[in-house]
């Protein structure tokens, strides 16, 4: 062998510092490395699985809100049905006052889902901003500056409320 140049006590003890290289770059960078993406994928899958929570929550507000919507519609139709009657049985002149004390009842509905709706979705947007600024603690792995936090978020949600608000108007 060392008729072809090769020195078999350097190649031996370059094998060994080779193996010794790879396995403390095994111990000391794979490993770790590995680890920690580990628990990157788990503080994500936590973060969509909070988010997952937060959407279903705005689901069931909006299923609440769609309720008490009908409801009110439902009593307004009633109300409106009973003033019918009454109005028929004495007259025009109480029918037209009926009938103006039914929208009245129907507005007053209307005024009061619009409020409810305004309080859940408040609601909503707050657990939003606050499962949106744990997933960033999370995700970032330290704290942020909380208040700027807050004001892109808020910020944020008052564009998509009134992108939401618009959308909204143009239903009938």
Request: net charge neutral; charged share 25%; aromatic share 2%.
């Amino acid at each position: 062998m060392e008729s072809l140049g090769i020195n078999l006590g350097l190649l031996a003890s370059q094998l060994v510092n080779f193996t010794l290289l790879a396995v403390l770059l095994y111990l000391l960078l794979y490993k770790p490395v590995l680890r920690m993406l580990d628990q990157r994928k788990e503080r994500i899958a936590r973060s969509m699985a909070d988010a997952d929570a937060a959407r279903e929550g705005a689901a069931k507000a909006q299923q609440e809100y769609d309720r008490k919507v009908a409801e009110a519609q439902r009593k307004a139709q009633e109300l409106i049905a009973q003033a019918a009657q009454t109005g028929e049985q004495a007259g025009t002149e109480i029918k037209a006052a009926a009938l103006r004390e039914a929208e009245t009842i129907r507005r007053q509905a209307r005024e009061d889902a619009a409020h409810e709706k305004a309080q859940i979705l408040a609601d909503v947007q707050k657990q939003i901003a606050n499962l949106s600024m744990l997933a960033t603690e999370r995700v970032l792995g330290q704290a942020v500056d909380a208040d700027l936090q807050r004001k892109l978020i808020d910020q944020f949600l008052a564009e998509m409320g009134g992108n939401a608000a618009h959308a909204g108007e143009a239903k009938p």
